[in-house]
């Protein structure tokens, strides 16, 4: 098993063995000691057995996790440890995790700074994705058990070097990947399909050309489709010097996208920020997404007015229980409100930074890098 948090576990290892050796003092030749020693071991092994009551996991030495709430309940985490790409499932909702399992090892991943594996899965078939010299994917008919050979995905090779993407899976094995796309010369957003839960893939589609010379260079774009199968795709488009978001949406049974600029506003930047935003599910076919321009994270849904969330990069959401939870980077710190535009925001946890969230069930599920350059750990927590 992945283990429980090891400040929980180191706090609660100091405490209950401290305990006896104080005790012997006060009672240096009765039974009493002796007994007193015994129970508070017992305690010790009940309680280092137990989840964490915080519903609190970390993974030393570990970037770049990224969440997927399947359908049977399980919450799968991918995420990377050094060279290595692991994938771990909670049955649990998130509080306790398995025992990883290595899918490969290559030292030409591209990872960090939203560069990393996606997963997704429907009941044992489970799909990977990751950017190394190509666009590859891996799949499991086992449950993670075991892995195929990597299949690349992007036809034209190196065209998809820039290493960011995103993967998202509908009910019925549906699955969607979509990536900066550099095979014109300039940046495309492009996209491909299965239709058996990611063992095989269609031909590779372009989801967006910019007419105005590329979309933003490194923002890393966004896939979702809700329930019912409906699929939106966002990105940071770059028309007329402006870097704003924009959402391609397309409807259960369509082929085919249509396009939409997010937001009211323009962010005039001749630059890239390197940050994509999220969308959440509203259920019934809508969508909302959240972003930041200009250093000021924003809740909006397409065709209406952005609402300021505060200051920060790098948001998440997800809709639990008609609620928006958004979590975004404010310096070193995790932002987050609990009722995006109806709550105020306040700070989650320090030194903490490229969060991923899922809703399973009442709840979400919140993953994020933390600790200093060198030592970064995942954490991940219930809500």
């Known amino acids: 098993?992945?283990?429980?948090?090891?400040?929980?576990?180191v706090s609660i290892q100091h405490s209950a063995t401290a305990a006896p050796a104080r005790t012997a003092a006060a009672f240096p030749r009765g039974g009493f000691s002796l007994r007193v020693q015994m129970l508070a071991s017992l305690v010790l092994i009940a309680l280092i057995a137990q989840p964490s009551a915080w519903g609190r996991t970390e993974i030393p030495?570990?970037?770049?996790?990224q969440l997927f709430s399947a359908r049977d309940g399980r919450v799968w985490l991918a995420y990377a440890k050094g060279k290595d790409l692991l994938v771990a499932y909670s049955k649990d909702g998130g509080t306790e995790f398995s025992a990883p399992v290595k899918i490969v090892s290559d030292e030409k991943f591209m990872i960090g700074m939203r560069r990393g594996p996606r997963v997704v899965a429907e009941g044992e078939q489970v799909t990977v994705t990751v950017i190394g010299s190509e666009l590859l994917s891996y799949h499991s008919s086992d449950g993670g058990r075991t892995w195929s050979a990597a299949h690349t995905i992007n036809e034209v090779p190196g065209s998809a070097r820039e290493g960011l993407h995103d993967l998202t899976a509908a009910p019925g094995g549906r699955v969607f990947v979509t990536w900066l796309d550099l095979r014109n010369g300039k940046m495309e957003l492009w996209g491909a399909r299965s239709s058996d839960a990611g063992r095989t893939w269609a031909r590779n589609e372009q989801v967006y050309r910019s007419p105005d010379k590329s979309v933003c260079e490194c923002?890393?774009?966004?896939?979702?489709?809700?329930?019912?199968?409906?699929?939106?795709?966002?990105?940071?488009?770059?028309?007329?010097?402006?870097?704003?978001?924009?959402?391609?949406?397309?409807?259960?049974?369509?082929?085919?996208?249509?396009?939409?600029?997010?937001g009211m506003g323009s962010w005039a930047l001749n630059a890239c920020p390197m940050d994509g935003g999220d969308i959440l599910s509203l259920g019934g076919g809508a969508f909302t997404t959240v972003w930041q321009r200009a250093g000021e994270?924003?809740?909006?849904?397409?065709?209406?007015?952005?609402?300021?969330?505060g200051k920060g990069k790098q948001p998440v959401g997800v809709q639990v229980g008609g609620r928006a939870v958004v979590l975004w980077q404010d310096g070193n710190q995790l932002m987050m409100t609990r009722d995006a535009g109806k709550s105020a925001s306040a700070k989650h946890v320090e030194n903490a930074r490229y969060p991923s969230v899922i809703a399973t069930g009442d709840h979400a599920v919140l993953?994020?890098?933390?600790?200093?350059?060198?030592?970064?750990?995942?954490?991940?927590?219930?809500?």
């Open 61 to 65: 030495e570990a970037m770049q996790p």
């Open 219 to 262: 923002c890393h774009p966004t896939a979702l489709y809700d329930e019912a199968g409906k699929l939106a795709v966002m990105w940071r488009n770059s028309i007329a010097g402006n870097r704003d978001l924009w959402l391609a949406t397309e409807a259960t049974g369509a082929s085919g996208f249509s396009a939409q600029k997010l």
């Open 367 to 383: 993953a994020y890098e933390q600790g200093k350059a060198g030592e970064t750990r995942i954490v991940i927590e219930r809500l």
């Open 1 to 9: 098993m992945l283990t429980n948090s090891h400040a929980h576990r």
């Open 297 to 309: 994270v924003y809740y909006c849904a397409p065709g209406g007015m952005e609402i300021g969330l």
